[in-house]
């Protein structure tokens, strides 16, 4: 039994992996083997499609988007860090969150387009920041950290004369530190992945993120394969690597939560 759920799991795990498989040897391979629809039979390594990429722009939405979604990242931990310690202090708002966590993004897309729009925000970078500045679920992800932090250990402070900002930011923060790591890789994907907000809030090419312009290069090269691969994958690495560097933390913050 031992070895045929090992078998099992192991042909799942290729049948997941096989489309970044394809997706890592497509991007590499010459365009005369693409075109020709040899792609087995004429095996080789080329850098063209790479290249190629830069005549697109490719490189500087991906610094665009690295700076956008790092941006918004520190701008959701610090709100999830304030509103964390509110709802601990005994702010009764957690059913609030709750109910925002349980409503789907694109029912909000209409009326956040009307905001923008009255606030003059449309067609700014501003449009892409100010409406992810804070996470309903990142500041639940925290709260649930600091819940988890003795009572007895604050009152101590307390007693010593300490206010919430020596309570926040010299006890709390630290002790949460691993949580807020592993809520800013979430929170890094999460806009990072964005494709159709992107798109409906902003039409300046030199404000779309790296998805948003995947989608334009997928209509300008429908056929180009090499092409398209090299940029999804490319796309892909930021967050592969830091899904990699923070694995074990974003595990054992859920398994933590599960506990909880």
């Known amino acids: 039994m031992g070895l045929l759920r090992h078998l099992f799991v192991a042909l799942i ?17 010459p365009k005369e083997a693409v075109y020709s629809g040899e ?27 690295l700076g956008l979604s790092g941006g918004v ?13 509110a709802l601990r202090a005994g702010l009764g708002l957690l059913p609030f969150y ?11 897309l209409v009326p956040l387009y009307g905001i923008l729009k ?10 892409l920041v100010l409406p992810f500045a804070a996470s ?7 709260y649930q950290a600091m819940r988890g932090v003795p009572e007895e250990l604050l ?11 020596v309570l926040l930011f010299q006890i709390l923060f630290p002790l949460v530190r691993p949580t807020l ?20 809030v902003v039409s300046d090419p030199g404000l779309w993120t790296v998805q948003t312009w995947l989608t334009d290069l997928q209509r300008k090269h429908p056929t180009d394969w090499g092409l398209l691969s090299a940029a999804a994958l490319l796309s892909v690495l930021p967050l592969a690597l830091l899904y990699l560097l923070f694995e074990r933390r974003v595990v054992a913050t859920f398994e933590e939560g599960l506990k909880g």
């Open 13 to 29: 795990l290729v049948f997941i992996l096989l489309p970044f498989l394809w997706m890592a040897y497509a991007a590499f391979l």
């Open 39 to 65: 792609l087995f039979r004429h095996l080789g390594f080329s850098l063209e499609n790479l290249k190629a990429l830069r005549g697109e722009g490719f490189w500087e939405r991906l610094l665009f988007s």
């Open 73 to 85: 990242v520190a701008l959701e931990l610090l709100t999830a860090l304030l509103a964390a310690y």
């Open 98 to 108: 709750l109910v925002l966590m349980a409503i789907p993004a694109e029912l909000l």
């Open 118 to 127: 009255g606030l003059g925000l449309l067609e700014t970078v501003w449009a």
């Open 136 to 142: 309903p679920f990142v500041v639940y992800l925290v």
């Open 155 to 165: 009152e101590a402070a307390r007693l010593d004369g300490a206010g919430h900002g």
């Open 181 to 200: 790591v592993a809520a800013g890789v979430l929170a890094f994907a999460a806009h990072w992945n964005l494709v159709l907000y992107p798109r409906v």
